[in-house]
């Protein structure tokens, strides 16, 4: 399983940790997170880093319910073009069928489902991944979004007719009261909120049907196995900034094994040394209109001699890097 999330993950993270007289940076870095990626939708971050640095503030701030405040602060925002789904889709239903179908292009590990009964239906939440810290404080987060979900659908009043969580209780009880407003149970079989089956068919008010098709249509585009590429070119351009790009690395961040990252790859027609190829090319056509010099560009691509930086710009370019970079510059100048 990708072992990756949208970095709008941490969204309001740095807010939050301020307010309880933390160092947002400080935590992030420790664990490997950009904070400049952090609440942007359009960078990857690694999720077991995301798991960690929520982790990490609950345990440094002595703030057990971090997670749950956090869902307060972030609400849909996280979720990028899946939260016009929410608030666009014709009833409850159809919204939740929504996320189930495309969670995973803000976080492939993440899933959704709904189950109906004949008195009452299910909405559950399953992080996929099998070592995941802190997954307490995440799975409370994801809870504590879907409610703040529902209520934006359904209406303030909605309160579910119970939350049920695998872990157990980390917080008071009446933390998760003033959260959820009904019974909850820990140690249960499912991450899950049950609601009454009425609720489902409940219309959505102020739609906008237009938003959702161009959602639909946008969501769709976005197939599992591209998805997949963006996450490695992701991983790729963070890696090379510190001369680490290699599959087994990439591999490692993304908890697979490098022949099952090759595998998923040829299902976009595609391999990592094509990715790796690619983003070497950007950097060089960006850095050659730095005044960079060419052995210095060549290292920060992560080529081991200059040589091979010269043939990689021949191919791409059909020039020397020294051509190409007087060519930028010339360009640059122009402009």
Same mark, same amino acid.
């Given at each position: 399983?990708?072992?990756?999330t949208r970095g709008?993950?941490?969204?309001?993270?740095?807010d939050?940790?301020s307010?309880?007289?933390?160092? &947002?940076?400080?935590l %992030?870095?420790?664990h490997?997170?950009? /904070?400049?990626a952090?609440?942007?939708?359009e !960078?990857? *971050? #690694?999720y077991?880093?995301?798991?960690?640095?929520?982790?990490?503030?609950?345990?440094?701030l002595d703030?057990?319910?971090f997670?749950?405040?956090l869902?307060?602060?972030q609400?849909?925002?996280i979720l990028?073009p899946?939260?016009?789904?929410?608030r666009?889709?014709e009833?409850v239903a159809?919204?939740?069928?929504?996320?189930?179908r495309?969670?995973h292009?803000?976080?492939p590990a993440?899933?959704?489902?709904?189950?109906r009964?004949?008195?009452?239906?299910?909405?559950?939440f399953?992080?996929?991944?099998?070592?995941?810290?802190?997954?307490?404080?995440v799975v409370?987060r994801?809870?504590?979004?879907a409610?703040? &979900?529902f209520?934006? %659908?359904?209406?303030?009043?909605?309160? /579910?007719?119970?939350?049920?969580?695998?872990h !157990?209780? *980390? #917080?008071?009880?009446?933390?998760?009261?003033?959260m959820?407003g009904c019974?909850?149970?820990?140690?249960?079989?499912?991450n899950?909120?049950?609601?009454?089956?009425?609720v489902l068919?409940?219309?959505?008010?102020?739609r906008?049907?237009?938003?959702l098709t161009?959602?639909e249509n946008?969501?769709?585009l976005?197939?599992?196995?591209?998805?997949?590429?963006?996450?490695?070119?992701e991983?790729?351009?963070?890696?090379?900034?510190?001369?680490r790009?290699?599959?087994?690395?990439?591999a490692?961040?993304?908890?697979?094994?490098?022949?099952?990252?090759?595998?998923?790859?040829?299902q976009s027609?595609?391999?990592?040394?094509?990715?790796?190829d690619?983003?070497?090319r950007?950097?060089?056509?960006?850095?050659?209109?730095?005044?960079?010099q060419?052995?210095?560009?060549?290292?920060?691509?992560?080529?081991?001699?200059?040589?091979s930086?010269?043939?990689?710009?021949?191919?791409?370019y059909?020039?020397?890097?020294?051509?190409?970079?007087?060519?930028?510059?010339?360009?640059?100048?122009?402009?």
């Amino acid at each position: 399983m990708v072992n990756l999330t949208r970095g709008s993950a941490l969204l309001a993270f740095e807010d939050l940790v301020s307010s309880l007289g933390g160092d &947002a940076e400080a935590l %992030m870095r420790a664990h490997g997170v950009d /904070p400049e990626a952090a609440g942007d939708y359009e !960078r990857f *971050i #690694s999720y077991t880093a995301a798991a960690s640095v929520i982790g990490a503030a609950a345990r440094e701030l002595d703030c057990p319910d971090f997670g749950m405040r956090l869902a307060r602060s972030q609400d849909i925002k996280i979720l990028g073009p899946v939260a016009v789904i929410i608030r666009h889709s014709e009833t409850v239903a159809d919204a939740i069928e929504g996320v189930s179908r495309y969670l995973h292009n803000c976080a492939p590990a993440d899933t959704a489902g709904l189950r109906r009964g004949p008195r009452a239906a299910v909405y559950t939440f399953t992080i996929t991944l099998r070592q995941l810290p802190h997954r307490d404080q995440v799975v409370e987060r994801g809870l504590g979004i879907a409610v703040g &979900a529902f209520r934006l %659908m359904a209406g303030d009043d909605f309160v /579910p007719l119970k939350v049920t969580m695998q872990h !157990r209780r *980390i #917080s008071p009880a009446e933390t998760y009261r003033d959260m959820f407003g009904c019974p909850l149970e820990f140690g249960s079989d499912l991450n899950s909120v049950h609601l009454p089956n009425h609720v489902l068919t409940r219309p959505i008010r102020g739609r906008d049907a237009a938003a959702l098709t161009l959602a639909e249509n946008y969501l769709a585009l976005v197939r599992r196995d591209h998805s997949f590429a963006d996450h490695v070119h992701e991983l790729i351009q963070r890696l090379l900034a510190v001369n680490r790009a290699s599959l087994p690395v990439v591999a490692r961040e993304m908890a697979m094994h490098p022949r099952a990252v090759q595998r998923r790859l040829a299902q976009s027609d595609t391999s990592f040394e094509e990715i790796l190829d690619d983003v070497r090319r950007t950097m060089a056509w960006r850095l050659a209109a730095t005044g960079v010099q060419a052995s210095q560009i060549a290292t920060m691509l992560g080529y081991s001699e200059q040589s091979s930086y010269s043939r990689a710009c021949q191919r791409w370019y059909g020039e020397s890097p020294s051509q190409l970079a007087a060519r930028r510059r010339n360009t640059r100048a122009n402009v």
